[in-house]
């Protein structure tokens, strides 16, 4: 039986799924390959691809030591196929199939629900490394750069991921997919990508701290119902995408963190304790408290899209398949089966907002909101006690789930952050109290100066409490002079 912790390093791509015994998926993913180089070098990072960038690259799926950190070119990074160790006599935890060994194939029946569900997530990776690919030339400082470039790197491994299953597990069909997954492109009106905060653009770097937070922690949820998957090599995937993923939201908040914090510290220095005073604010170089909030009000909005509608015919029947659980699925206490249990929503109708009690089934992409919603509210707490410490009379808080909603029932509603139904008229003239204007993301714009000696940051922003690696304050992380 294979060793799932050892990986080979034999064949171009590194694996620990015995590729070099595999001819015909190892053939598959190498001519895969120079399409995915091609693809990198069009619409990934813009320059500094001949820089040598200090990153960390999978190297084993054990819990510790699974990264090594090294200076590496990014077009020669090593984007391997890395599944979390298969779990010995693992059954279905959930749906119809719930106590059944889990599927090491997929099942004929699922076969296009499955298919689906990994081109969606599958088309999520490179959709961000594209939205993000203009940042470099603004980064506020070497550790910020190498932050993104990391982030890049490892959206693009998985990509490979699920390129991989795609390719292994739904031939010819699977193949077409993982050409499609590099044709469609992040803002382009003939082949977008498949979400609408994926063809967003990520203009500056505040609106790259927030989609990290933001959206790569919808990214975190989705992949943890997916890890609940029957489908064993789904579920396995997905699992060691988790442990990467963790730290693109410590970017996040870290970053809107040190974005805040720097905010804070200005106002005390120049004596300002009034948060609304924005022209004085702004004159300072940094960004104003209200401003932020309007970004968290914009991103969280978008975010929430990406869980579909509150209620789902489609979520209730890959749950009951077995193939998509709900986040911490074997931790929760009931009868994982749902076909009897309720759930608390809410339904925009006739201009009112109301509570109901919907069937579980159709309402789990709404369980999966809200939990993703409690996760996220462990950052703005965390942005709020920086606040405090500081001194400053202002609390960052989320908006109402029915603000400035594109999908699900309150997608026809003008619904201010605090949950107050507004007519037309006043959404119209008080939108820019809730969201970003044109004149905000061009102030925001306008501090966007590159900063590269090591150690130094822009004046918009705070270092960071510790280096990446524990490295010190001055570290070179993107070698950008020697080149
Ligand atoms: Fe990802
Ligand atoms: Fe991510």
Request: hydrophobic content about 35%.
């Amino acid at each position: 039986m294979l060793n799932n912790s050892q990986v080979e390093y034999d064949t171009i791509i590194p694996n620990n799924v015995s590729l070099s015994s595999d001819k015909r998926v190892l053939k598959a993913l190498e001519r895969w390959h120079p399409g995915y180089i091609d693809w990198w070098k069009d619409l990934g990072p813009v320059g500094f691809q001949d820089m040598l960038v200090y990153l960390r690259t999978a190297i084993n799926v054990d819990k510790d030591g699974w990264a090594t950190f090294d200076y590496v070119k990014m077009p020669e990074y090593r984007w391997g196929i890395l599944l979390a160790p298969q779990k010995e006599g693992r059954t279905i935890p959930f749906g119809d199939h719930i106590g059944e060994p889990v599927w090491q194939e997929v099942p004929g029946e699922y076969r296009s629900m499955l298919r689906r569900l990994i081109v969606i997530q599958g088309d999520t990776e490179p959709a961000s490394i594209e939205q993000q690919r203009f940042l470099g030339s603004t980064a506020p400082s070497l550790y910020d750069m190498r932050n993104l470039f990391q982030v890049n790197v490892e959206e693009g491994r998985h990509l490979w991921a699920m390129v991989y299953l795609l390719q292994k597990y739904f031939g010819s069909d699977g193949r077409e997919e993982a050409n499609e997954l590099l044709k469609r492109q992040s803002g382009s009106e003939d082949a977008p990508r498949m979400l609408g905060a994926f063809n967003e653009s990520t203009p500056d770097w505040l609106s790259f701290f927030m989609f990290t937070a933001f959206t790569d922690r919808d990214g975190k949820m989705q992949l943890e119902a997916l890890a609940q998957s029957g489908f064993d090599p789904l579920s396995r995937t997905c699992r060691f995408m988790l442990t990467e993923e963790a730290h693109h939201m410590f970017v996040g908040e870290n970053g809107v963190r040190r974005v805040i914090k720097k905010t804070c510290e200005m106002m005390n220095k120049a004596g300002i304790s009034n948060p609304y005073d924005i022209s004085k604010i702004r004159e300072l170089g940094v960004i104003d408290l209200p401003t932020i909030q309007k970004k968290i009000n914009l991103h969280y909005s978008l975010s929430l899209d990406l869980f579909g509608s509150e209620i789902s015919t489609n979520a209730a029947n890959t749950y009951t398949a077995g193939v998509k659980g709900r986040f911490w699925e074997t931790k929760i206490k009931d009868d994982h089966i749902l076909k009897n249990d309720t759930y608390p929503i809410l339904e925009f109708t006739d201009g009112q907002i109301i509570n109901k009690k919907a069937p579980a089934l159709l309402s789990l992409n709404m369980r999966l909101r809200d939990d993703y919603t409690k996760d996220t509210a462990v950052s703005i707490k965390r942005w709020n006690r920086t606040i405090e410490e500081a001194k400053i009379n202002f609390e960052m808080k989320l908006p109402f789930e029915g603000f400035n909603r594109k999908i699900g029932t309150f997608m026809s509603a003008n619904i201010s952050p605090l949950g107050d139904i507004l007519t037309k008229d006043t959404w119209d003239k008080d939108k820019g109290k809730f969201l970003p204007t044109t004149d905000d993301n061009l102030f925001i714009e306008s501090l966007m100066k590159p900063v590269s000696e090591p150690g130094r940051y822009a004046d918009w922003i705070s270092a960071p409490d510790l280096g990446i690696d524990n490295k010190p304050g001055d570290f070179e992380y993107v070698k950008i002079h020697d080149s």
